[in-house]
């Protein structure tokens, strides 16, 4: 569904009162339509609601989190060194090892924070990763908002479609409910 960013924090507001179930959400858009919603509306409201008593309070309180640079960095560089030169000879070994520093990485997440949003996700679909750890760890009282570079085609979602189309790639069918998939509809994102 197209949705305005203000429209589309609405809906989060909503949802993160919400403490059983699934919730992991998606919000779709170019490039610049993500950077732009992040920071013109992202950056400017508090999605959680306010603790009794601090209705004023308008520090934003949810952790936007480039998954890239952040996976790199909880594997640490030696160890990030010896993947390398290894992956050439043991690619299941080194996509096992990314997975449970992936899971590792988001449960630390979710123990400081009990909403993130992640950001460039590439990493995790150039190794194969098991996007199914993301929407696992998106239930009870943990919420995850992808910003996903893409669009809506049909019944599907092409991701990375600003790239050259040997790195198109489709998101998993049924990763993200329907109605928890948001397609940012103009190019300011406001």
Known sequence: MKLSGPQITTILRENLQIDSGRHLYGVLGTYSQLAAFEKEILSQINLLPQEPGNENETTTRHQV?????????????????????????????????????????????????????????????????DLQTIRARASNQNHILLLLPGEKRGDHVALFTEANSRFHRELPYQLIADNHLWELENANAA
């Open 65 to 129: 989190v480039n998954l890239n640079f952040s996976l790199m960095e909880w594997i640490g560089d030696e160890d990030l060194r010896d993947l390398v030169r290894s992956e050439g000879k043991r690619p299941q070994t080194i996509q096992r090892r990314l997975n449970l520093t992936f899971d590792s990485l988001l449960a630390n997440l979710l123990e400081k924070d009990h909403f993130i949003i992640l950001k460039q996700i590439e990493l995790l679909f150039a190794y194969d990763l």
